[in-house]
């Protein structure tokens, strides 16, 4: 049964970084691919990045130029880093892989 968990959110100030980590159990992992979506206050869950398991990457508009995502296959993980956040990037932030939900990590942006 494939199991994932984040980490690695916080309350962080605006401008500030962060660092998600999303740790998967699965044999597949590096075939698969990983996707991170957010769910803010009151709105739909939506799609910011994700990640072939050869390493080709999307970006949703919203997550162009501050987001970076990545894996290492090697840990069975895979990363958001989210650069000068700003107020509305605060949501529960998941990691999607195999049909499977982590329990999501909450970020919040404020001074």
């Not at 999303?22 to 939506?46: H, I, L, M, N, T």
């Not at 995502?69 to 892989?97: G, H, M, W």
């Amino acid at each position: 049964q494939v199991q994932v968990v984040e980490s690695g959110g916080g309350l962080v100030q605006p401008g500030g970084s962060l660092r998600l980590s999303c740790e998967v159990s699965s044999g597949v992992f590096s075939f698969g691919a990983v996707d991170w979506y957010r769910q803010a206050p009151g709105k739909r869950r939506e799609l910011v990045a994700s990640i072939t398991g050869i390493g080709s990457t999307y970006y949703s508009d919203s997550a162009k130029g501050r987001f970076a995502i990545s894996r290492d296959n090697a840990k069975n993980s895979a990363y958001l880093e989210i650069q000068n956040l700003k107020p509305e990037d605060t949501a529960v932030y998941y990691c999607y892989f195999d049909q499977t939900w982590g329990q999501g990590t909450q970020v919040t942006v404020s001074s």
